[in-house]
Structures are given as structure tokens and as C-alpha cells.
Antibody, heavy 122, light 108 residues
Framework: QLQIQESGPGLVKPSETLSLTCTISGGPFISNNYYWAWIRQAPGKGPEWIGSLQLGVATYYNPSLRSRVTLSVDTSKNQISLRFNSVTAADTAIYYC??????????????WGQGTRVTVSS | SVVLTQPPSVSVAPGKTALIPCGGP??????VHWYQQRPGQAPVLVVH???DRPSGIPERISGSNSGNTATLTISGVEAGDEADYYC???????????FGGGTKLTVL
């Protein structure tokens, strides 16, 4: 069964860089049918798509976050990573990693990892 | 890009039918997906591609999409259905994922 596990620091200081890792196991990491995505959810808010990795082909970013976000992959470890620069309190959220299922232009997220809580505070 | 609008809350008595709308200009031309999120848990996919259910999702949960509104329908509502529900589309014109703001379903 596919397992998705996010990891990273629970607390980051304002203006610093947030780095998170997502480890995938129990299923294919590279596939023409899947991308891998990062999604976050601020307290009391709905999910916000951050970006997606089409492994070896392309990376897609939320335009509102693009200037501060970098997604990368380590295929030797079945991991994807997120770097978020110059964080502020507004970046406090649960950060989820999810498999993005591709059916042409129709794309959804399933399953999601359990998420990792990140607080931005001095 | 696409903006998806959901009512903040919907309330329904046990055994009745809950209708959770997701609005957007001409949303019927997109494929809509729905997620259930119970408190303290990650979202779970309950409907994809407007009306398809993943394995393990009961038949009393269904979806439809036409015109400017997609709808998640939960028949025979149970206490365990109390959760937040989010709609989502992929805007392929700009390669961007978009979520609605969510609807909290309360079982009276």
C-alpha cells in the first residue's frame, strides 16, 4: 500500500527558509500516470495548492507562491522536497504531500500524506 | 484563474440528504473532485471526475456537475459524515490546482 510521509522542522523563524521532505514507499515513484504535489492548509482555511512535480519533465507552481518556492526530487531516495524562502507568519500551516493522478487535463490528488505542521514564529 | 465558491456550512438531519454545492463560471466544462476532511485528519478523496467514486466510498455519496454548479450529494446522512468537504479542479489552461473554500457539514 502506498505510503506518503512528510518530514521537517515544526518551527521556523520569520524570514528564514522552510525545507520539507516527502518520502514515498509501497508504490511506484515514477509513472506516466502520476505527478507529486505539495499542498498546504492554514489554520481554519481550505487547502492551497503549492506546486507539482512531473518527474523528469516539468515543475508547476502556484503563481502566487512561485517567487518563493522550489520543488525538487531525489529519485535515489524516492523523495520530493519543498523549499520556501522568506517565510512569514502567513506561511504557518499543515503542509501535505500528495500523489497527483493524471487523466489528461483531469487531475486530482489521492492519496495525501498525514501532513506536517509548520509554525512560523520567532 | 478559476475561483470555486462553497457555502461555509450545511446542516442536515440524520437520514436525510445533504447537498453541498461548488460554484464557478462554467464549472460544468471542468472536471470536479471532492474531498472529505474529518477533524485532525488529512483530506480524503470521495469523488473524482464529477461523479466517480474511489473504491471504499459508499454509493450514498455521489457527485454531479452542470452549468455553473457542481454538487456533492450525501444520501442517508450519518453522524460519521460530519466533516469539511472541499471541491477541486485542475485549471489546465494555466496548469494550476484550485480548491474551494470548503463546506462544513453538520449532522443535527
Amino acid at each position: 500500500q502506498l505510503q506518503i510521509q512528510e518530514s521537517g522542522p515544526g518551527l521556523v523563524k520569520p524570514s528564514e527558509t522552510l525545507s520539507l521532505t516527502c518520502t514515498i514507499s509501497g508504490g511506484p515513484f515514477i509513472s506516466n500516470n502520476y505527478y507529486w504535489a505539495w499542498i498546504r492548509q492554514a489554520p481554519g482555511k481550505g487547502p492551497e495548492w503549492i506546486g507539482s512535480l512531473q518527474l523528469g519533465v516539468a515543475t508547476y507552481y502556484n503563481p502566487s507562491l512561485r517567487s518563493r518556492v522550489t520543488l525538487s526530487v531525489d529519485t535515489s531516495k524516492n523523495q520530493i522536497s519543498l523549499r520556501f524562502n522568506s517565510v512569514t507568519a502567513a506561511d504557518t500551516a499543515i503542509y501535505y504531500c500528495a500523489r497527483q493522478v493524471i487523466s489528461g487535463p483531469i487531475q486530482w490528488f489521492d492519496p495525501w500524506g498525514q501532513g506536517t505542521r509548520v509554525t512560523v514564529s520567532s | 484563474s478559476v475561483v470555486l465558491t462553497q457555502p461555509p456550512s450545511v446542516s442536515v438531519a440524520p437520514g436525510k440528504t445533504a447537498l453541498i454545492p461548488c460554484g464557478g463560471p462554467n464549472i460544468g466544462s471542468l472536471s470536479v473532485h471532492w474531498y472529505q476532511q474529518r477533524p485532525g485528519q488529512a483530506p480524503v478523496l470521495v469523488v473524482h471526475s464529477d461523479r466517480d467514486r474511489p473504491s471504499g466510498i459508499p454509493e450514498r455519496i455521489s457527485g454531479s456537475n452542470s452549468g455553473n454548479t457542481a454538487t456533492l450529494t450525501i444520501s442517508g446522512v450519518e453522524a460519521g459524515d460530519e466533516a469539511d468537504y472541499y471541491c477541486q479542479v485542475w485549471d489546465s489552461s494555466v496548469d494550476q490546482g484550485v480548491f474551494g473554500g470548503g463546506t462544513k457539514l453538520t449532522v443535527l
